[in-house]
C-alpha cells in the first residue's frame, strides 16, 4: 500500500525544491513546492501531530491498522498493542535544532502525568539517526572530559559564567564519580546564568576571536561556535559547542541515541527512526521553553568521544544490511541495488515478521506485487509476512531504507 505522509514545515528546515524532505515529498503526494517554505520534516507513520494515510483510500493508517490487526506481526502486536510503535522521518536541516535530550520511559510517564501541557505523551523517544546525501552535522553527548577542561580553561569568558568553584571542582576532579558530579554541577551552573549574562559573555568572547592565532581558532573551533552563534546570538546552546562531541557523519553512516543523551542536529539530510513520541526537554538553540530543572537532573553525564554512540549495519545479502538498535521499538534496513545494466533479475525483499514502512530515495523498480513502478519519494506500507519483489529499472542504482518494529 502506498502512503501519502505529512510534511513538517519548522523554521530551520531547508527552503523550498532544496529540501530533501520537500523533493521526496513529490513523490508522496500532490501538494505543490513553495520556494520560501521551510520543509524540515518527513513523518512516515501514525502519530497523531502528522499521521500518514492509505494513498487509494485517504483513509489513516492508523484506521486500517485498527481494523486489520493481522497486519501486524504476533510479537509486535503483544509488545505494542495494535499501533505501530516508530515513527519513521525524513530531515533536512539549514540552521540548528535545539539542544535536546529525551526521557526515558519511566521518567516520560512521569512527565506526562505532572506536565501534560509541555509533555505531549508517555513515550520514550529514543532515535536513530542516518546520514543521507552529504555529511550530516551534529552535537552528541559530553565530550571527553579533557576537552571540557581544556575549553574552560582556554575561554575566560565560559568560565566566568560556569563560575569559578565549579570550574574549579571540575579541573581538579580525579575520579570518574567526582568527574561527573562536578561536570553536573558546571553544566547546571551554566544553564541556570541569567540571559543577560549569558548574551555579554558571548559578545565578548566573539569580539575576541579575531584576535586569535589561526591554531588558538582551530583549537577552540571557532568556525563551528561562529556559525552557531550567529544563527542564535545571545542563546546558552552556543556554549554547548564546548560540552558536546561535535561529530560528522558521512552518508549511510549510523548514530543511536538512547535517553537522556544531549545532542542537537547541526546542518544536512538525513533518516531518523524513534519510538513513537514527541517528549523533547530542551537546553538551547530554541526561542522554545527550556524545561532546566528536568534537564539538569535527567542528563546522561558520561563523557568521551563519540564513538560510543555509532551504529554497526550488519550484511543480510548481496544487497540487504540492517542495524538494530538495543531498543525493541524499532530496527532499519537498507536495500542498494545496482542498476538494471549490473542485475537484470528480480530481487526479493527480505521477508519481515512485523510491518514495515519503505521509503525510496533513489532510482525506479518494477514490483510483481504492486501495479505501479516504484520511484524516488513513494513510501510503501507492508504488511508482516508480505513479499516484496522488485526488478531494477533505468541507469540509476535503487536505495530504499525500511523501518520495522525490532522484536
Ligand atoms: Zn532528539
Known sequence: MELCCAVQKYAWGKAGKSSLVAQLSQGNSSAPI??????????????????????????????HLLNNV??????????????????????SVAKALSIQAHPDKKHAEELFATRPDLYKDPNHKPEMVTAWLGPFEALCGFRPIGDIKFFLQEIDELAA???????????????????????RECFS??????????????????????????????????DL???????????????????????????????????????????GDCLECMACSDNVVRAGLTPKFK?????????????????????????????????????PDFAMARLQLPNSATVDKPY??????????????????????????????????????????VQVKGEQDFIVYQAFANV
Not at 537532573?297 to 538495543?326: A, H, I, N
Request: with cysteine.
Open 34 to 63: 513553495i520556494d520560501e517554505d521551510p520543509y524540515a520534516e518527513l513523518w512516515m507513520g501514525t502519530h497523531p501531530s502528522g499521521p500518514s494515510v492509505i494513498k487509494s483510500s485517504n483513509e489513516p493508517l492508523l484506521n
Open 70 to 91: 493481522d497486519s501486524l506481526g504476533d510479537e509486535e502486536k503483544k509488545v505494542f498493542g495494535a499501533d505501530l510503535p516508530f515513527l519513521f522521518k525524513a530531515l
Open 161 to 183: 559564567v560556569v563560575g569559578k568553584s565549579a570550574c574549579e571542582a571540575l579541573v581538579k576532579a580525579e575520579s570518574d564519580s567526582d568527574e561527573i558530579r562536578a561536570l
Open 189 to 222: 551552573a551554566l544553564m541556570n546564568t541569567s540571559e543577560e549574562s549569558i548574551a555579554s559573555a558571548l559578545k565578548q568572547f566573539e569580539q575576541r576571536i579575531p584576535s586569535l592565532s589561526a591554531e588558538k581558532k582551530d583549537s577552540l573551533q571557532c
Open 225 to 267: 561556535f561562529t556559525r552557531i552563534a550567529s544563527d542564535f546570538p545571545g542563546d546558552v546552546g552556543c556554549w554547548g559547542v564546548y560540552f558536546m562531541n561535535y561529530v560528522i557523519l558521512q552518508e549511510g553512516e549510523s548514530m543511536f541515541l538512547g535517553p537522556n543523551v544531549p545532542h542537537a542536529y547541526i546542518f
Open 291 to 327: 524545561d532546566i530543572d528536568t534537564l539538569c537532573s535527567m542528563l546522561d553525564y558520561q563523557t568521551g568521544p563519540v564513538d560510543r554512540f555509532r551504529m554497526k549495519w550488519s550484511t543480510v545479502d548481496e544487497f540487504c544490511q540492517t542495524c538494530l538498535p538495543p531498543v
Open 348 to 389: 526479493g525483499v527480505p521477508v519481515r515478521c512485523n510491518a514495515s514502512i519503505l521509503l525510496i530515495l533513489q532510482g525506479q523498480a518494477t514490483s510483481a506485487e504492486t501495479k505501479d513502478d516504484l520511484t524516488f519519494g513513494q513510501v510503501l506500507f507492508l504488511k508482516a509476512g508480505q513479499q516484496l519483489t
